[in-house]
Nanobody, 115 residues
Framework: QVTLVESGGGLVQPGGSLRLSCAASGFTLDDYAIGWFRQAPGKEREGVSCLSGSDGSTYYVDSVKGRFTISRDNTKNTVYLEMNSLKPEDTAVYYC????????WGQGTQVTVSS
């Protein structure tokens, strides 16, 4: 059974940092491109970052470039999203996604950036 479990969200002040984790089971992460998405209240889900499974190339949406870093630990079958210099507009539920089968989503982890 394919599962993705996100963790690491929380409440942080503007300018702070968080590291999100996406632990996978039922498949090998580095065989696939893995994406992080987010959905803020009243807004559509948007792609934040993606890590290729083949060559390790990365993608970031413009609003997070230079602040977020996606990485993978193959020994733990886990993908991370390091988020620095957080802004209130980063507040959202963050999800990881893997194109396994019909597509697999985690349950999400809440990130709230507020003073």
């Amino acid at each position: 059974q394919v599962t993705l479990v996100e963790s690491g969200g929380g409440l942080v002040q503007p300018g702070g940092s968080l590291r999100l984790s996406c632990a996978a089971s039922g498949f090998t992460l580095d065989d696939y491109a893995i994406g992080w998405f987010r959905q803020a209240p009243g807004k559509e889900r948007e792609g934040v970052s993606c890590l290729s499974g083949s060559d390790g190339s990365t993608y970031y949406v413009d609003s997070v470039k230079g602040r977020f870093t996606i990485s993978r630990d193959n020994t733990k079958n886990t993908v991370y999203l390091e988020m620095n210099s957080l802004k209130p507009e980063d507040t959202a539920v963050y999800y990881c996604y893997a194109p396994v089968g019909l597509g697999s989503w985690g349950q999400g982890t809440q990130v709230t950036v507020s003073s």
